[in-house]
């Protein structure tokens, strides 16, 4: 048996296209989704990832207020902008690309956005939102990949789910969405403090793998037909590729997908998933707008 792929482009193509299609409806009403991205410094990786959500805008017909700020920018600057940004009606949603340089404390920086145009899910309203299942912005991650088990037709009600990690950003977000009646799993969530995580992930109908770190789930692993969910990003060394490396998940690909009934691919799963919710979490701030 070799696992279904599931296409993480296919899927949040078909996301993007909804958005684009609920923004030209708003337009009409004379309302224009706008997304302002705060980049602090060059970091290559930042850079990458920016401009990928500045072309998603684009093709979503989303205005584009992104801001390039220095990496010495001050601390105080930085804070000045979210705040005029949050004054402003025309912005609906406001993103500051972590990781930030260290001279600036990323929680203050979170914290500043207020939680109506929070579209990343972070600040702790909207964090509490999701615990108590109240309308607010849900982490991207975590909501894409439940976008994709739905897509998949994963059953979720009553099955064993384990996610690996528990990072603010995917881990502990994930691990609550699963606990919501909508999915109704029973959840587990392993970490570095986990003795022998095989133990949990062999039971489970469903993995999610967000560890960070390559290799982490095996094929020995997992039971027969689970389904594994592949949320990692990892750059390891290759000298056939032009840049010196290639992208790789925290799932031992080859061998899981011999034994699993779905899995993710890394790159092209949950990657692009990300970048579809956020324009997805912008729409629905504008649209909150007109209530």
Known sequence: MSAV????????????????????????????????????????????????KRKALAEAGMLDRSVLLPADVSEDDLLKLIG????????????VQLPLPAHIDEKKVTNAIIPEKDVDGFHPVNVGKLVTGEE???????????????????????KKCVVIGRSNIVGKPMALLMLRKEFNATVTVCHTGTKNISDY??????????????GTLTADMIKEGAAVIDVGVNRIPDSSKKSGFRLVGDVEFDSVKEKASFITPVP???GPMTIAMLIYNTLQSAERSLR
Not at 26 to 52: D, M, W
């Open 136 to 158: 607010g912005f849900l982490p991207c991650t975590p909501n894409g990949i439940t976008v994709l088990l739905k897509e998949a037709g994963i059953e979720t009600s009553g």
């Open 268 to 270: 092209g799963g949950v």
């Open 5 to 52: 792929i599931i296409d993480g482009k296919a899927v949040a193509a078909k996301v993007k296209g909804d958005v684009a299609a609920r923004v030209k409806a708003l337009k009409e009403k004379g309302i224009n989704p706008c997304l302002a991205v705060i980049l602090v410094g060059e970091n290559p990786a930042s850079v990458s990832y920016v401009t990928g």
């Open 201 to 214: 992930t062999k039971d489970a109908d469903i993995v999610i793998a967000a560890s960070g770190h390559p």
């Open 84 to 95: 005029e940004l949050n004054a402003d009606p025309l912005v609906h949603g406001i993103l």
